[in-house]
């Protein structure tokens, strides 16, 4: 009954008598509220409280309402057609539950999904064809290594992965000042390699760090007796230690 009640207060919010400001949206007008409600959603699921996590992805929903109905309006398609669509793709994806494929892992379903993925689209010629270059640096080396490894150009376990790493990070402390910049890409590529290779989400793990850092630094800074400007680094590694011993 929600879902449907959403559905209902959009389509009041765009009648005739409805919102103004609803009324003159368009797809390419709601894009950016789409893209902020996501990070919001992230950062919620990283940081926040149960409510906090179901607020916003009440958010992410009514995007998805919004554009469906302003579709809907123009006679294209309704929010029956998307839902009917993901499941359909949802089902077709996992032969392994709706029908009689094998995936013993996650690993294997990833692939399987990106198998089905490129034979539904065949018009897509390049192997990374549909991954979204505009996405931040973090998910799309993410998106593109999921792509290669999809194909089998991955490590069999974290424990190569990790050496890589190690490896990357030998060849950066060695590297002259015109290299460092490619030495610190490609160290940081391996640090996403090797935490996919764990079942990390590398971007979810980062944005934990940085919600972890924020608060202990806000404690450090609240801990100073004098101006963070005046501060020596011994006094602001004495704060942050503390503000770590705080935390635990």
């Known amino acids: 009954m929600g879902l449907l009640e959403l559905v209902e207060v959009e389509q009041r919010l765009r009648g005739p008598d409805g919102c103004p400001w609803d009324r003159e949206q368009d797809h390419a007008t709601l894009a950016p509220h789409a893209v902020e409600e996501v990070y919001e959603l992230l950062d919620a699921i990283a940081s926040g409280t149960d409510d906090d996590i179901r607020e916003e992805l009440g958010d992410v929903l009514l995007q998805v309402v919004f554009h469906a109905q302003i ?128 079942d990390v989400d590398p971007d979810l793990a980062l944005r934990a760090h940085a919600a972890r850092f924020r608060q202990r630094f806000e404690r450090a800074v609240a801990l100073a007796d004098a101006p963070p400007g005046e501060l020596s680094d011994e006094q602001w590694l004495a704060l942050w230690d503390e503000a770590g011993a705080d935390a635990t």
Do not use: C, Y
């Not at 490129?118 to 010629?125: G, H, S």
């Open 71 to 198: 579709a809907d309006d123009d006679g294209r398609f309704d929010i029956d057609a998307v839902a009917r669509g993901i499941a359909d793709k949802l089902v077709r994806r996992h032969p392994h539950v709706f029908a009689d494929a094998r995936a013993d892992d996650a690993a294997s379903v990833m692939r399987n999904w990106e198998q089905l993925k490129a034979a539904e689209k065949p018009e897509r010629d390049g192997i990374f064809d549909g991954v979204v270059a505009g996405q931040p640096a973090l998910t799309l080396v993410a998106a593109l290594q999921t792509r290669a490894a999809a194909l089998g150009f991955a490590w069999p376990d974290a424990a190569p992965a990790l050496a890589k790493v190690r490896e990357e990070l030998a060849e950066l402390e060695q590297a002259p000042a015109e290299r460092q910049a490619h030495e610190v890409g490609d160290l940081l590529a391996a640090v996403i390699a090797a935490a996919r290779q764990l």
